[in-house]
């Protein structure tokens, strides 16, 4: 019997969480897109967080709890990070207060919070579990750090709210994987940081070589196939006219496999050391058998015997 008034204890604890919690933030989640393509939060009076991927050009159609819809413009957005922020109209609906993603550990009770098509929140319970998880943004960039979770999330909910227990927001939900687990952006000082550029109208800009690439694995059987050595490297398909990497003089075939001084395996190294980059820079590459070195962002290429 004890045992049985414990457990809807636990369950009536659990039903004034979410109560509170839908009372509490509510107007503070909001619909992005017609037919609620996707969810954002009330970042600051006039803005609005939400994933990037949710936009589909420079205006968007924001609709908020209470069912009013505003038409926003696009503040700043990180395609890479799958950020964006919206100038809008936000009316008396006010700014959620952040709290800490970094101290999320496996086991943390969490909520979801998204929109619902035509007005309304959707609040669900649920746990933490796993973290520092990667994923890819939608321009193929790996997002390190993400956050597991176990909330479920209807469609149009990715760039709504990742909720602890007080109501504070801990995450910006991005991505679905697998059955009934999501991704999450932990809401830390990174990502204020982030958020807070986006706001100012700084959105960032990040090296581009202007390489198509070929997958590691591709690129180990190319070099076999003309009895060239295996070697770890990113494996050049095409190269964009009047890019870093046309400038530089690198061609279709080439192995990339060291940029800056830093070995590159795979794509996600390459883009991990142009993220970390200025110009100009040296890059090594290997031609057929031959290896050489080529100066990215500097005139006229630099080629020759590495």
Known sequence: MNGARTQM????????????????VGPSIVGIGR???????????????????????DQVTVTFADGRRVIGSVAGVDGDGDLAVIDVDTGTASALDW???????????????????????RITFGLVSAVA????????????????H?????????GGALLDAAGRLVGINTNRIGEGFYLALPANAGLRA??????????????????AVAPSHVARRMRRSVGLPEREGVL????????????AGIEAGDLLVEAGGR????????????????????LKLVRGAEERSVRVGGGTAATGEA
């Open 150 to 158: 176990t909330a479920p999330l209807a469609p149009g909910s990715s």
């Open 236 to 247: 050049v398909r095409g190269v964009e006219d009047g890019s870093l990497a046309d400038g």
């Open 194 to 211: 982030r958020v807070d550029a986006l706001a100012r109208g700084e959105t960032p800009r990040r090296m581009r070589l202007g390489v």
């Open 133 to 148: 998880r990667e994923f890819r943004g939608p321009g193929g960039r790996r997002i390190d750090g993400s956050v597991e």
């Open 263 to 282: 070995p590159v395996a795979d794509a996600d190294d390459l883009f991990a050391a142009l993220s970390a980059l200025e110009l100009p820079f040296d």
């Open 99 to 121: 709290g800490d993603g970094d101290a999320l550990s496996v086991g943390t009770a969490v909520f979801g919070a998204g929109a619902s098509h035509g007005g309304g929140t």
């Open 9 to 24: 204890s636990v369950i009536e604890e659990l039903q004034t969480a979410v109560s509170t919690i839908a009372g509490q």
């Open 35 to 57: 037919g609620t393509r996707g969810s954002g939060v009330v970042l600051a009076p006039g803005k609005v967080l939400t994933n990037a991927h949710n936009l589909r050009g």
